[in-house]
Structures are given as C-alpha cells and as structure tokens.
C-alpha cells in the first residue's frame, strides 16, 4: 500500500510538471502522442513511478527542477555515464606499408529509447545507442567503416575529416537502403575532435533522430615536435595521457511532438542524468572533455562550468588553446571542441555544469561534478 501510495504521488508529481519544469513534456505527450510512441507515465509506470526521486546532488540543481524517478538504462541498453569514455578503438591490422589500419563495424536500427523518466523515443541509431559509439582513432590511421543498415529508411555515415567525395555519406555518394552495406574509407586527419552523422535527406529529421557520434583523432606525437609532450597526452594509452580523466559529452536534443522544437535536452541522451548522477573526477587530475553540439531546431547550445574556468580547443585541431582562461564556450550545431580545467586547488564538493541557456536547463542539460580526493 505505501508503495501504491508512493506511487500515486509521484505521477501527481510528474502531472504537475514535476517531469519536467513547466510541464513541457507532459503537454506533449498528452496532446500530441504520436502512433503510439510516446508514452505517459501512466502507462509507463514501472520505469519512471517506482524509481527513486533524486539524489541529494539533484536538490541543488536550480530549485530542484529535474526530472522524477530514473530512466532504465537496461531499457535503453546503454549508461549515459558509460558513453562517457566507451571508445571503439575498432580492430586493428598493421599494412605493409607499417601503418594501422582501423576497422569499425556500425549498424543502422530503428529502436525506442528512454529519454526522461517515462517518456520514450522513437529513435534511429547507429549500433543501438543515442549517440552512436565513439569511434577513436590515431591521426593517419587508415580507417574502414562498415556500415550495415538495418533501420527502416535510407541512412549514410558522414564523417567529419577529409576524404574523397565518394566516401562523403551524402546522397549519391554511399547512402544506403534499408539491407544494404557500404564501406567507407579513408585517413584519419586532420587531428581533432570530431563527429559523425547521417546525411540523408531531410537532414534536420535523420540527425535529430539520434544519428550522430563522436570521432576522435588523436594527434600523432612523431608529426608534432614542437608541442610532443600535448600531442602524447591526447594520445590514448600513452603514459601522459593516463594522468587525464577524459569525458566524451555529445550535447543533444529531442522533439518529442515533432513539431520542430525540442522538449528534452541532455548531454549524452538522458535528461537530467548527470544532476542524479555526478560524475566523479579526482581533484589532483586534470579533465578533458570532448564536447560535440548535435542540437537540432536550437542554433546555438553552450557549456558553462561553475567555480572555474578552462582552456578550450575550437574543433580540438589545434595543440595550443584557441581560448583560455573561459568559463562558458558556445556552440553552433556540429561545432565542437576540447576543455581542459583542473580542480586541484578547489575544495572538494559538488561542481556543477549546464548549457547557459536556462530553458535547456529547466529541459534537461545540466550536470554536476562530484571533486574527491584521489583514492590511489
Ligand atoms: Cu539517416
């Protein structure tokens, strides 16, 4: 009985605009549910209803305006906190010419997917996950991307980096129907943080259904003498680059009414996931995060950390700052870039991070860092 209790008044809650602030979404989905995909709390309610209401960490984001109750991420088949540094580094062959040549394996698939509490997506993916995986790579890497699609409508794989127009993954130049494959290649360059997504037409529906990731090039020291020891900290797996906490953050949105607007947003799919959920980072090291913008409808997002201020990386092509000493950096859709900042003469405590857009806030782009002492 006290969990039914419990239960009633927590979908009081979410019907009151706990789900989110304003009651946005619970518009949305009472007005304009679409072919059965979207659905309410009410029929959804052992996901968001019996789910616990919050972290103490989630009392401090503004007013306590997040989300209520947890998405199920076995739902989902994927931890927003895992995408932090999942890598696909693909499997690796050595050419006879001495280079590596990478080989990644990426599946098209319409699947639904839990965004907020409750509140379902119907999405289409690249290997079942929003964002696809994060494919990283060594500058001059010979790169192969075999792409299966098994979704529903023609799809392509659009790399950000430099290759021939055939292997652009536009209409035309490897757009691939529903059963059909195609392998990209090309070389990994320019070094940076970049991205990946669908190119088929229209473009604005196939992106912001969930088709995008993040492509990391990780700079060759050997071909940067001059700033060796930057290039071999970015290098995965080199003993400098061991010293970093690295994050991946892909900053999303969704238009759950499609309408052309969005009514969740998130770094990394889930709303509101890293205001439950900090993400740990030990005071003495340093943190890189890769931030990638895939926000449809909005034409600018933004990323502002409280209590310090960072070094940022326009578009990660540089090994010297192209900003230092900000607090806040903004992005256009696909823009993206590379912070670096350091907590190790802060207090340790909750630390928190957001869009400076407070609608996006309130919607579900905000986070915390939760600085502890080093535990090795
Ligand atoms: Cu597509």
């Not at 009472?30 to 919050?54: F, I, N, Q, R, Y």
């Not at 970015?234 to 009514?263: H, I, K, Y």
């Not at 900042?341 to 405590?349: P, R, S």
Request: proline letters at 6%; charged letters at 20%; hydrophobic letters at 35%.
């Amino acid at each position: 009985m006290r969990s039914r209790l419990r239960e009633t008044v927590d979908r009081r809650n979410l019907l009151s605009g706990g789900l989110v602030a304003g009651g946005t979404i619970l518009t949305g989905v009472a007005a304009k549910a679409v072919g059965g995909s979207l659905v309410s709390p009410e029929g959804h309610a052992g996901h968001g209803a019996s789910a616990p209401t919050g972290t103490p960490a989630s009392h401090l984001i503004h007013g306590n305006m997040t989300t209520v109750g947890a998405v199920d991420g076995r739902h989902n088949g994927f931890d927003p906190m895992a995408l932090l540094n999942d890598w696909d580094l693909g499997t690796t062959s050595t050419l006879p010419d001495g280079g590596t040549l990478r080989t990644f394996e990426v599946t098209g698939e319409d699947k639904e997917i839990e965004i907020a509490p409750g509140l379902l997506f119907p999405a289409w993916t690249y290997n079942g996950r929003v964002p696809g995986p994060t494919l990283r790579v060594t500058e001059g890497d010979s790169i192969r991307i075999v792409f299966r699609n098994r979704g529903s409508h023609p799809h392509t794989m659009h790399f950000h980096g430099i290759h021939a127009a055939r292997m652009d993954g536009v209409p035309g130049f490897g757009e691939i129907v529903p059963g059909g494959e195609f392998t990209y290649t090309f070389d990994a360059i320019p070094f940076g943080c970049h991205l990946y997504h669908c190119h088929s037409l229209p473009l604005k529906r196939h992106i912001h259904k969930g088709m995008y990731g993040a492509f990391i090039v990780d700079p060759d020291p050997a071909r940067h003498p001059e700033h060796e020891t930057v290039a071999r900290s970015r290098l995965l797996g080199s003993p400098e680059n061991r010293e970093w906490q690295e994050f991946v953050m892909v900053m999303n949105a969704f238009d759950t009414n499609f309408d052309g607007e969005n009514e969740v947003y998130a770094v990394n799919t889930v709303a509101h996931h890293f205001a439950k959920n900090p993400i740990r980072i030990e005071r003495g090291s340093p943190v890189r995060i890769y931030l990638v913008n895939v926000v449809e409808f909005d034409p600018i997002n933004s990323f502002h950390l409280h209590g310090n201020f960072f070094d940022y990386y326009d578009h990660g092509t540089t090994l010297t700052p192209t900003l230092k000493t900000v607090d806040t950096i903004m992005q256009c859709q696909a823009q993206r870039g590379i912070l670096e900042f350091t907590y190790k003469n802060h207090e340790t405590g909750l630390y928190m991070f957001h869009a400076h857009q407070s609608e996006f806030v309130e919607l579900g782009w905000v986070g915390m860092f939760d600085v502890v002492e080093a535990t090795s």
